[in-house]
T-cell receptor, first 113, second 115 residues
Framework: DQQVKQNSPSLSVQEGRISILNCDYT??????FLWYKKYPAEGPTFLIS?????DKNEDGRFTVFLNKSAKHLSLHIVPSQPGDSAVYFC????????????FGQGTRLTINP | DVKVTQSSRYLVKRTGEKVFLECVQD?????MFWYRQDPGLGLRLIYF???????EKGDIPEGYSVSREKKERFSLILESASTNQTSMYLC??????????????FGQGTRLTVV
């Protein structure tokens, strides 16, 4: 039972344009969400997070949007740069519960020059 | 600078061997996690520990066990390695208090090949 789903295995975007990565979750107890970026043969690195009391969080070129009623979140990267090419994972947990951090399958983002 | 260190970057083991993957964090974090990453499947949680000697099964615990005798160290044990355990293994740690921009920190990963 995949509680966090990233339905797009890959995404290709032109340099300078907006990249939008999507994530859906099924467990309504999740109240904290994170996005990670991963290069091959390295551990994931944290990008941005959002708690369920907010619907938007912004950090530089990265913005995460949360739609609780739809159980959906998205990561926007503007403008996209070649160094953004990587695999992006969304993750979720229930802060007051067991705090098992659950990840999606990942989306491979390619930024074309 | 925060650090999660995994003992090996690459390992090759034979089928049936007992394999130990070690992870050490220097941030005094309560939570520690072990994941495996496989193409198309993302990061799947194997085991999770929220305190010394405390552990919980993740989504795919079969064939694995863990040990947390000290707060900073979390070991993943493959009791009898099999070829379907060939994967990238990732360790992470975090505080229990997930506030604004709190994250789980990851190690660099161990690429395990079972032959």
């Amino acid at each position: 039972d995949q509680q966090v789903k990233q339905n797009s295995p890959s995404l290709s975007v032109q340099e300078g344009r907006i990249s939008i990565l999507n994530c859906d979750y099924t467990n309504s107890m999740f109240d904290y969400f994170l996005w990670y970026k991963k290069y091959p043969a390295e551990g994931p690195t944290f990008l941005i997070s959002i708690s369920s009391i907010k619907d938007k969080n912004e950090d530089g070129r990265f913005t995460v949007f949360l739609n609780k009623s739809a159980k959906h979140l998205s990561l926007h990267i503007v403008p996209s740069q070649p160094g953004d090419s990587a695999v992006y994972f969304c993750a979720a947990l229930h802060r007051q519960g067991a705090q098992k951090l659950v990840f999606g399958q990942g989306t491979r983002l390619t930024i074309n020059p | 600078d925060v650090k999660v260190t995994q003992s090996s970057r690459y390992l090759v083991k034979r089928t049936g061997e007992k394999v130990f993957l070690e992870c050490v964090q220097d941030m005094d974090h309560e939570n520690m996690f072990w994941y495996r990453q496989d193409p198309g499947l993302g990061l799947r949680l194997i085991y999770f520990s929220y305190d010394v000697k405390m552990k919980e099964k993740g989504d795919i615990p079969e064939g694995y066990s863990v040990s947390r005798e000290k707060k900073e160290r979390f070991s993943l044990i493959l009791e009898s390695a099999s070829t379907n355990q060939t994967s990238m293994y990732l360790c992470a740690s975090s505080l229990v208090d997930f506030g604004v921009n709190t994250e789980a920190f990851f190690g660099q990963g161990t690429r395990l090949t079972v032959v």
